[in-house]
C-alpha cells in the first residue's frame, strides 16, 4: 500500500499562482493530479512518468501548469501559475499507470483545497 500526502493547497487570486507537492511512502510508477470541483466528477489534470520522459496535461491547463518529480524524495509537484476562477477544487495526487494519455490510479492521496478568487 503507498500512501500520498498532498501540500501546498491555499487560497489565491486569479493570475496567481501555487505549487503543490505530493509525497509517497514508497517508490511510484507514474503519478498525477487530479481536481474535483463541487458538484462535478474528478478529472484528470496532470500526469508524468517514473523517468519523467514523458508528461501529460489536460488541454484546459497546457502552458499553465507544470508537472514535475523528484524521485530521490519520492516526491510530486504541480506547478500552478496564471490561475484562474476555474481551477477552483480540490487536488488530488494518484500513482499508478499511464493509459492512453491519462493515469489509470491506484492510489490516492487525501486532496488539497486550492482556490482562485476573481
Known amino acids: 500500500q503507498v500512501q500520498l500526502v498532498e501540500s501546498g493547497g491555499g487560497l489565491v487570486q486569479a493570475g496567481g499562482s501555487l505549487r503543490l507537492s505530493c509525497a509517497a511512502s514508497a517508490r511510484t510508477y507514474a503519478m498525477g493530479w487530479f481536481h474535483q470541483a463541487p458538484g462535478k466528477e474528478r478529472r484528470f489534470v496532470a500526469a508524468?512518468?517514473?523517468?519523467?520522459?514523458?508528461?501529460y496535461y489536460v488541454d484546459s491547463v497546457k502552458g499553465r501548469f507544470t508537472i514535475s518529480r523528484d524521485n530521490a524524495k519520492n516526491t510530486v509537484y504541480l506547478q500552478m501559475n496564471s490561475l484562474k476562477p476555474e481551477d477552483t477544487a480540490v487536488y488530488y495526487c494518484?500513482?499508478?499507470?499511464?493509459?492512453?494519455?491519462?493515469?489509470?490510479?491506484?492510489?490516492w492521496g487525501q486532496g488539497t483545497q486550492v482556490t482562485v478568487s476573481s
Open positions: 508524468i512518468t517514473w523517468s519523467s520522459d514523458s508528461t
Open positions: 494518484a500513482a499508478g499507470v499511464l493509459r492512453s494519455s491519462s493515469l489509470s490510479a491506484y492510489y
